[in-house]
């Protein structure tokens, strides 16, 4: 028996069979035999031979064009994308696909989904349509945008992590990180690429799609740089076997991260947000300019308004402490 689910304005039809999940989106309730009928009829028309012209063959054919250009991540966010899609919009066959038809898509994984994602989803069918028809207007209605809080480390408490990583294979990695550098960036750093106290940072180790970890270029242009660390990390460097600086399952790093702020009782956030706090502290000493220099992003990143947006506001705060003080000795 189908299920019908009311998703916004739309309604959508799921059915499991043969272990497989068929679903199918209307903009109107069906009743219970049309629901049934819909999915059989789905059912049926999908094959093993998908047709040449299918959403599902034009995005594989696109995918691998862009396989060489694009990076590993985007590649797999791609396939988890294409996978995740009905089995009824990935065989309809492309002149078939219309703008009604992607918003109905769009509302229904909406309401399962981050705005975000519904973005990258909806720009994805664009690109993958525009592939073979440029003139393709994917003119459709996209969720709000959620304004997301903008953390930042406390100094307290990366000071904390990184001494009770003392002595650990994650030292090296976590100090790494707090200097700017991407994970991948970490993966990918030998002990050769060291020279005094001065890192240069060419290359990195991502998953590709068969999840098999490939040596690649840095993330963009702007990534390949050279990064100065203190003297006590730059010996510990020197002090490993030559080689990569961290041989193992990268999870392992985020794990272990995870692991010690429970047991610090310090506020869990992900590794990339140490080159938060790296961007953060280091405009306290240096121009913007010279902070996107050395973490690697491009000029003009969004990441340094955010950064400021951030001191600002904790700099708003202060002033509004201080003075809620003052007013506060005025009657003491």
């Known amino acids: 028996m189908s299920t019908i689910r009311k998703r916004g304005s739309s309604y959508r039809i799921e059915k499991m069979y043969k272990g497989e999940r068929y679903s199918l989106t209307l ?25 040449p012209d299918s959403f599902e063959a034009v995005a594989n054919d696109y995918i691998k064009s862009k396989d060489s250009i694009l990076s590993p991540a985007t590649i797999r966010g791609y396939r988890s994308m294409l996978k995740n899609l009905p089995h009824e919009f990935r065989n309809a066959r492309l002149k078939a696909i219309d703008r009604k038809r992607v918003q109905l898509l769009l509302n229904d994984v909406s309401s399962r ?15 993958v349509i525009k592939s073979v028809n440029p003139e393709w207007n994917n003119n459709v209605t996209l969720p709000q945008k959620k304004v997301e809080l903008f953390y930042v480390p406390e100094k307290e408490d990366v000071k904390k992590i990184l001494e009770a990583s003392k002595g650990t294979r994650y030292e090296i990695p976590l100090w790494l990180a707090v200097f700017g550098l991407r994970r991948s960036e970490v993966l990918a750093l030998e002990t050769t690429d060291l020279r005094d106290n001065i890192i240069t940072v060419n290359k990195a180790l991502v998953p ?20 100065t660390i203190t003297p006590y990390v730059a010996d510990l460097i020197r002090a490993l076997p030559e080689g990569r600086i961290f041989n193992g399952n990268p999870d392992t790093i985020l794990n272990y991260l995870h692991k010690t702020q429970d047991k610090l009782g310090v506020p ?65």
């Open 27 to 51: 903009d109107h309730k069906p009743t219970k035999s049309e629901a049934d009928r819909l999915m059989w009829e789905l059912i049926e028309s999908t094959d093993a031979s998908m047709p």
């Open 113 to 127: 989904s981050s705005p975000k994602s519904v973005r990258n989803l909806s720009g994805f069918i664009s690109s």
């Open 208 to 227: 590709d799609g068969n999840h098999n970890m490939v040596l690649k270029t840095t993330k963009t242009t702007a990534s390949t740089r050279e990064v």
């Open 268 to 332: 869990r956030f992900k590794l990339h947000f140490f080159r938060r706090f790296f961007a953060s502290t280091a405009r306290e000493s240096m121009g913007d300019v010279y902070v996107e220099q050395m973490g690697g992003w491009t000029k003009g990143s969004s990441v340094m308004k955010k950064v400021y947006d951030y001191a600002q506001k904790r700099e708003a705060e202060k002033h509004r402490e201080e003075f809620a003080k003052r007013m506060g000795n005025m009657f003491d």
